[in-house]
């Protein structure tokens, strides 16, 4: 079965610690992966799509397929970064419907 | 460019009555998404349109419905309210042949 999973709900770090947010994904084929991110009192938004492999307010996110897995990571956490972040899986061949994760929220303590 | 634009933002409502809400999508994005977010169950799928015609359904029982008008507006209705129907529920639209989804900011539904 098709299935994301996000294994934390709550991840607290401190400001200037790493961060990774994990994210795991049960998929036979080829899927695309994202990450959106939800602010407090902001819409849900993309943040990064492996496909572009772009680095996005400091977070980046490989995709490993031997492990499949899409883990986010950032070097130095910033208080702006205390967000909801939910991992996405799309199969190449379900017109973008996408497959979502329960959802991490990250808190960064000053 | 005007973005996802959701109405309404708030309503209260009693068990049992019926509600509506209000989808406009980006102009020129002919897919729209629903989706059901509550602190308990994250995001849930409702369901998808595309040229008013639904694509894809999550599942919902069948007191939530939708519809997409020919102009890519979209309605979904959620009758018999209950309870547990209180969440904030959240729009999306999309480019054809595009994976990244736009939301809407949402329209917060309190079922009393």
């Known amino acids: 079965a098709q299935r994301v999973t996000q294994p934390e709900k709550l991840l607290s770090v401190f400001k200037g610690a790493p961060v990774e947010l994990k994210c795991n994904y049960s998929?036979?084929?080829?899927?695309?992966l994202f990450w959106y991110v939800q602010y407090s009192r902001q819409r849900l938004q993309l943040l990064l799509r492996h496909i572009s492999r772009e680095s996005i307010k400091g977070f980046t996110a490989d995709l490993n397929k031997g492990e499949t897995s899409f883990h986010l990571k950032k070097p130095f956490a910033q208080e702006e970064d205390s967000a909801m972040y939910y991992c996405?899986?799309?199969?190449?061949?379900?017109?973008?419907?996408?497959?979502w994760g329960a959802g991490t929220k990250l808190i960064i303590k000053p | 460019k005007a973005g996802v634009t959701q109405t309404p933002r708030y309503l209260i409502k009693t068990r049992g009555q019926q509600v509506t809400l209000s989808c406009s999508p980006i102009?020129?994005?002919?897919?729209v998404s629903w989706y059901q977010q509550t602190p308990g169950q994250g995001l849930q799928f409702l369901f998808e349109?595309?040229?008013?015609?639904?694509?894809n359904k999550g599942n919902f029982p069948g007191r939530f419905s939708g519809r997409q008008f020919s102009n890519s507006r979209s309605e979904m209705n959620v009758s018999t309210l209950e309870l547990g129907d209180s969440a904030l529920y959240l729009c999306a639209s999309r480019r054809t042949g595009a994976g990244e989804l736009f939301f809407g900011e949402g329209s917060r539904l309190t079922v009393l």
């Open positions: 349109y595309f040229s008013e015609t639904q694509r």
């Open positions: 998929y036979s084929g080829s899927p695309e």
């Open positions: 102009s020129g994005h002919r897919s």
């Open positions: 996405a899986l799309s199969p190449m061949d379900s017109n973008y419907q996408l497959i």
